[in-house]
């Protein structure tokens, strides 16, 4: 198991609507995704806000989408990603949809910057049509994410790659020495001493 607030693989989470959900037509609704499908870090709350809160900060790719079902003609589906309870990113737009199915999906995906602590995402649609909703099963209306690669503190957990040094840094371990070289010795161990790192024995730096 990892350590508290380490990035090894993950976080990482999949989660998805499992019924059909009615939603007020022409209002951004959030998609209440009741249920997971992984969520490595238990940072996807899926019984109350349904929402993602990464307690390991970095960049996140995450992915939605939504399967719209009406009783008459669909006028517009819209999907966005919301961050911290604003929307961050839209996706794509569909109109007007007439055929007898009276379905159609969208899409989104985008790149995330998370603070590793109070930010956190989640998934609306916005429909015009009779009667809406959001069509639910694993499939259908779903959003899923992961930490981006590069913010990974360990590039080789499970040992994929070989154990040496010429490995490590062609996988862009050492990418970032001189930026850290040049900050000075006070400020690395400021910041070491403000990040509240602790050794294997939990001894702490001062």
Known sequence: KLATNVAGNGPTFAAYRNADQSITTSTWTKAQLNTEEWDTASAFDSSTNYRFTPQVAGYYQINGGIYAGASGTITRIIIGIYKNGSIYKIGNYMAPIT??????????????Y????????????????????????????????FLDEKDRIFSNLYG??????????????????????????????????????????GAGFS
């Open 114 to 145: 998370m603070n590793g602590s109070t930010d956190y995402v989640e998934l609306y649609g916005y429909i015009t049509a009779t009667s809406p909703v959001f069509a639910g099963d694993s499939a259908q209306v779903y959003m899923n994410g």
């Open 160 to 201: 994929h790659d070989p154990v040496n040094l010429e490995s490590a840094s062609k996988r862009g371990d050492f990418s970032q020495i001189s930026e850290i070289i040049s900050k000075g010795r006070k400020q690395i161990i400021e910041e070491i001493k403000s990040s509240g790192l602790r050794g294997r024995g």
């Open 99 to 112: 055929a007898d199915s009276l379905r159609g999906v969208a899409v989104v995906s985008s790149m995330v």
